[in-house]
Each structure stands twice: as C-alpha cells, then as structure tokens.
C-alpha cells in the first residue's frame, strides 16, 4: 500500500454511512436519493483526508450506489467499490471480503490491519470474523436485530454513531505502527 496508514477501512453502506429511512426508489428498486446518518459524511471525509484507505463493500446494485454516494458528496473517496450486484456474492459471503482485499492488493498478512464496519452481524460482523477482520458494529439503526447467535457475530468493537469511528482508527492505527516498530 502507498497510504501512509497501515489500517484500511471497509465500509458497509446501508445504515452505516447512508440512513435507510431516507431511501427513495425508482419502478425498478433503485435507490435515487437517500441522505446519510447524522456525521456519517463528515466522518468519511475526515477518514479519507487523514489518509485512510476506503473500500466500499456494500450489498446492492452498482447504479444505487452511484447514485447514493454521489449526492451525498462521497464519490470520489472510496479506494474501491465492492459491491454484491457486481461480485455475484452477498456478506458474508467471504468472496466479497477476498475481492476487496484483491483490490488494494492486501494479503492474508494485512487481514489483522482491516477493519470492516457496519450495522449487520449476521453479514458485516460475521463475514469480517470469519475473513479474520477487524470487525466494528455500529449501532446507530434499529432496522437490524443485534442478537448474536454464535461467538463469530460478536464485533471487536462497538459504536453508537459514526464520529466515533476516528479515534477508533486513529487509536488502532497508533497501535499497529506501536507493534511495527517493536517488531523491526
Ligand atoms: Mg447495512
């Protein structure tokens, strides 16, 4: 990776950046405007500013969230777009965390530097374990139930809403290149 930063980021889209509720939708089911979760696109933009790389990894079509991220002003922050329309694949299926990784190049060495956020154990925590992520569920949506059924849908970490996602980077950030420099 060319970033500065060793944690990547992988972002769920539905009620992690962008607010279900607001979604509104053509004849064909896709989504054509939505607004995002209260400083969910402050948040993102900070990420990327700061140097984070961002991976979209979203179930959904290609054209929703075009058109999505492009309203919102987040075009242009996104590293790559995985997405399960594209891919053949839903999360947690572990092809769409293996494409993402192919992508930016990561190797099975770079999976303990991933974090993937999002607000559904049943895909975005239990694939983030399974592919060995770092696995962050945020809790601003009660769309989802957030029972965990098995110890592999318990997120390593959990937020109320997106701002808190900085210093949790930054704090895992810290901590990587902490542990590189001890290792070196
Ligand atoms: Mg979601």
């Known amino acids: 990776m060319k970033s500065g930063k060793?944690?990547?980021l992988f972002t769920d889209i539905g009620d992690t950046i962008i607010d279900e509720g607001t979604e509104v939708r053509d004849e064909g089911g896709t989504v054509i405007h939505a607004r995002c979760i209260p400083g969910a696109?402050?948040?993102m933009r900070?990420?990327?500013?700061e140097?984070?790389?961002i991976v979209m990894v979203a179930d959904g079509t290609v054209q929703s969230f075009s058109n999505t991220m492009?309203?919102?002003?987040?075009?242009?922050i996104f590293s790559a777009r995985i997405i399960s329309e594209a891919v053949g694949a839903?999360?947690?299926?572990?092809?769409?965390?293996?494409a993402a990784m192919d992508e930016l190049g990561l190797t099975d060495a770079d999976r303990g530097q991933i974090v993937m956020v999002g607000n559904n154990v049943k895909r975005d925590i239990l694939g983030a374990n399974r592919a060995g992520l770092i696995s962050v569920l945020?809790?601003?949506?009660d769309r989802r139930p957030f029972d965990e059924d098995s110890p592999e849908e318990h997120p390593a970490y959990k937020i109320a809403t997106p701002p808190e996602l900085?210093?949790?980077l930054e704090r895992l950030e810290e901590e990587t290149q902490r542990r590189e420099s001890v290792t070196k």
Do not use: A, C, H, Q
């Open 6 to 8: 060793r944690i990547v």
């Open 138 to 141: 945020l809790t601003w949506s």
């Open 70 to 76: 492009r309203e919102n002003g987040l075009d242009d």
């Open 166 to 168: 900085i210093p949790l």
């Open 90 to 98: 839903e999360k947690p299926d572990p092809g769409m965390f293996r």
């Open 46 to 49: 900070t990420l990327y500013e």
């Open 41 to 43: 696109r402050k948040t």
């Open 51 to 53: 140097g984070y790389p």
